[in-house]
């Protein structure tokens, strides 16, 4: 009989793996017990957290600016500033009044599509007897709707009056769309905050490191800076590749789903640069922005009007052929090549991140995969060095 013993490699990964899952699983049940106070921590933090990323970010931008440029740091920031807000300013003036103008469609459709389409369903003979209860579908789909169109009426002609150059536009928009001040207030003052944050941080990034590993042991400092190091290269490596691959992914929605439009389904091309930049923000987080790109055009698909069901079924079946060409493309050339040399984690353990992050809401799953790229890397250096002692220890015994 064969003596199976610990030693033997396919054993030993075998425990290995059932140990990490245990102690995944026994990570995100500890999360999720300790969710009231660890999310209480994370309201206070949340400001810092999204400004260092916005930092972490762009500060390179700033360092280049000075080498190339000769900026000094202040004037260097400020330029990072002024790119910023001129960005913003191109996609205010190019693709707001362009996607507001499709929410309005949508609104429309909405309108016209959903009531005879549960009026069909509910005349249909498998619903027959729960009247009662289409009744409270139908009100609640008027009281959604009315919502909808109160907030469109407002929203949309402002802002293109924004885009335009009418200031006075902003007031009215946000008058007609908040019913109280103190979240605006909330919302300004966050974001205040989060900019003086990030001024500070970007303005003082180069001293960070340094007044960090003063205070760390000079005999110890060697290896954290190699730490430090492989953790910059990790979570940066994710953070920048992930932008890459969420633009590509949102560009690649808008001009299929475009095409697929001039084939009988015109909502598809009008709604295209909709769903393609919301899959292109979706994208940040892995696995999300596909989802959002292919499920409204599923749903457009099927509440088309101007198709029977059997060009419905060719219209389902080209979005989804679709969606799978952008996931091809994404798993297999994107995150590779542009996300995977630099954040290194198995697609298994980008899941576990993300579904211990969403215990913290959309925040919590963008800086879920960052901490993983850390925990990785220290997690590796953990058992290089074991491995290193161990090698030692049996140098010395023999």
């Not at 994370?42 to 762009?58: D, E, K």
């Not at 910059?232 to 890459?244: C, E, H, K, N, W």
């Amino acid at each position: 009989m064969t003596e199976i013993r610990f030693g033997d490699p396919f054993l030993r990964r075998i425990v290995c793996a059932l140990g990490m899952m245990a102690v995944a699983t026994f990570g995100i049940y500890t999360i999720g017990q300790l969710r009231p106070f660890i999310s209480a921590v994370f309201n206070v933090l949340s400001p810092f957290i999204v400004a260092f990323l916005f930092a972490y970010l762009f500060a390179p931008v700033v360092s280049v600016l000075q080498r190339r440029l000769k900026f000094g740091r202040i004037l260097g920031t400020l330029c990072l500033y002024l790119i910023i807000l001129s960005a913003l300013t191109a996609v205010l003036f190019l693709l707001i009044p362009g996607i507001l103008s499709e929410l309005s469609r949508l609104n429309q459709a909405v309108r016209e599509e959903i009531p005879s389409l549960l009026k069909r369903f509910s005349e249909h003979a498998f619903f027959q007897g729960d009247a009662q209860w289409w009744e409270v579908v139908r009100q609640v789909v008027s009281e959604w709707q009315m919502d909808l169109e109160s907030i469109l009426q407002h929203l949309l002609p402002s802002m293109k009056s924004v885009a335009s150059g009418s200031v006075s536009a902003v007031g009215k928009a946000t008058r007609g769309i908040y019913s109280g001040i103190e979240w605006v207030f909330a919302f300004f003052a966050s974001l205040s905050l989060v900019l003086i944050i990030h001024f500070y941080l970007v303005l003082d990034w180069e001293r960070i490191r340094p007044f960090f590993m003063q205070h760390i042991p000079r005999k110890y400092r060697a290896s954290v800076l190699a730490i430090l190091d492989k953790m910059d290269r990790a979570v940066g490596g994710f953070i920048r590749g992930q932008l890459t691959v969420s633009c590509i992914v949102g560009s690649l929605f808008t001009l299929g789903l475009f095409g697929i439009g001039f084939f009988g389904f015109p909502g598809l091309r009008q709604y295209s640069l909709l769903i393609g930049t919301a899959a292109a923000i979706g994208g940040f987080i892995p696995y999300l922005g596909a989802i959002i790109g292919v499920t409204p055009a599923l749903l457009i698909v099927l509440f088309s009007t101007q198709m029977d069901w059997h060009g419905k079924f060719i219209g389902l079946f080209a979005v989804a052929l679709l969606f799978s060409a952008i996931q091809a493309v994404e798993g297999f050339i994107l995150q590779p090549k542009i996300v995977g040399k630099g954040a290194g984690l198995h697609p298994l353990a980008v899941v576990l991140a993300l579904l211990a992050g969403a215990q913290f809401g959309i925040l919590g799953m963008v800086v879920a995969i960052p901490i993983a790229c850390i925990i990785r890397v220290l997690y590796q250096e953990c058992w290089m060095h074991r491995q290193r002692e161990m090698e030692s220890e049996t140098d010395g015994v023999s």
